[in-house]
């Protein structure tokens, strides 16, 4: 499936994090995802993410970047001083976004192959997160 397509959304009965394909039943009006060779679970509707198509890399590892992910990006500036920033990644007007107190800046500014953007958590989840 492209990745570009997919949901992560937490599961009801057990709290898991899955991705695959959102649906909705219209009779009970429940969401679930399909996920595992169409294996369908149902999730918490709030706590839904599209895919972005982008990912975040930490060492070799890639890792998928959903809405509703907090990220620490850095923006490099061409005559020094680089500068880090935590943000949420967001929909906005027609486009992924990661928005911080102060502005938002496009999600695909950012070259897929870089390792200037970390995934530190996620809206849905209570935790702390350090700047």
């Not at 595992?36 to 060492?59: F, H, L, P």
């Amino acid at each position: 499936m492209n990745e570009r397509y997919q949901f992560r959304g937490k599961r009801i009965d057990n709290g898991e994090w899955i991705i695959g394909q959102l649906v909705q039943d219209f009779v009970s009006g429940d969401w679930y995802i399909n996920y595992r060779d169409k294996c369908c679970a149902r999730i918490d509707v709030e706590s839904v993410g599209q895919c972005t198509g982008r990912n975040a890399y930490k060492g070799e590892e890639r890792t998928l970047i959903f809405e509703g992910d907090i990220v620490r990006y850095t923006l490099f500036n061409y005559y020094g001083g680089d500068s880090q920033y935590i943000g949420t990644v967001e929909w906005s007007d027609g486009s992924f976004v990661i928005g911080n107190d102060d502005d938002a800046i496009f999600l695909h500014g950012f070259q897929d192959t870089e390792s200037d953007i970390e995934i530190i958590g996620n809206i849905h989840d209570e935790q702390e997160v350090t700047t």
